[in-house]
Antibody
Framework: QLQLQESGPGLVKPSETLSLTCTVS??????????WGWIRQPPEKGLEWIGS???????YYNPSLKSRVTISVDTSKNQFSLKLSSVTAADTAVYYC??????????WGQGTLVTVSS | QSVLTQPPSVSGAPGQRVTISCTGS?????????VHWYQQLPGTAPKLLIY???NRPSGVPDRFSGSKSGTSASLAISGLQAEDEADYYC???????????FGGGTKLTVL
């Protein structure tokens, strides 16, 4: 059974860089059929797609976040990572990683809350 | 403001049928891109409910069904149960944004 698990600091200071890692287990991470994505959800708000990465390293990002986002992959560890720079309070959210079957997200991690505060 | 528009809330009594709409535009649903639906129970991660407009993943009851027409899509839930109380989100692809877009979400209350 495919499982995804987010990890990283739960508190980040304003203007710093948010860094999260998603570890994938129980499935084929390097399959050509999938991308791997990040989605976030601010408290009491809706879902926002951040970006996705292919196992080869090819990426595509939400245009509204593109200037601040970097997603990378480490196939040797079955992991992919998110970096979001110059964070503000507006970046406070639950961050989810998910398997991106090109068109939709079929497996999700449990999510991790990241709070931006000094 | 979400690219896909959903009603903030819907409600229904147990056993009834409810529908949730998802309205897009010519750059997403109207362009022919598929619509997918997610169920988010309180305090949990979203779960894929319907993919490619009307297909159910294994394990999703057939009380849940989806459809698409023009620039809109709908999720229907029949035989409403207390356990269906959750937030529901639609999602598609937008060609002008070159990425995935979500609706703002609809809170379903079972009366």
């Amino acid at each position: 059974q495919l499982q995804l698990q987010e990890s990283g600091p739960g508190l980040v200071k304003p203007s710093e860089t948010l860094s999260l890692t998603c570890t994938v287990s129980g499935g084929s991470f390097s399959s050509s059929s999938y991308y791997w994505g990040w989605i976030r959800q601010p408290p009491e708000k809706g879902l926002e797609w951040i970006g996705s990465i292919y196992f080869s390293g090819s990426t595509y990002y939400n245009p509204s976040l593109k200037s601040r986002v970097t997603i990378s992959v480490d196939t040797s560890k079955n992991q992919f990572s998110l970096k979001l720079s110059s964070v503000t309070a507006a970046d406070t959210a639950v961050y989810y990683c998910a398997r991106h079957v090109v068109r939709y997200f079929d497996h999700w991690g449990q999510g991790t809350l990241v709070t931006v505060s000094s | 403001q979400s690219v896909l528009t959903q009603p903030p809330s819907v409600s229904g009594a147990p056993g009834q049928r409810v529908t949730i709409s998802c309205t897009g535009s010519s750059s997403n649903i109207g362009a022919g891109y598929d619509v997918h639906w997610y169920q988010q129970l309180p305090g949990t991660a979203p779960k894929l409910l319907i993919y490619d407009n009307s297909n159910r993943p294994s394990g999703v009851p057939d009380r849940f069904s989806g459809s698409k027409s023009g620039t809109s899509a709908s999720l229907a839930i029949s035989g409403l149960q207390a356990e269906d109380e959750a937030d529901y989100y639609c999602q598609s692809y937008d060609s002008s944004l070159s990425g995935s877009v979500f609706g703002g979400g609809t809170k379903l209350t079972v009366l």
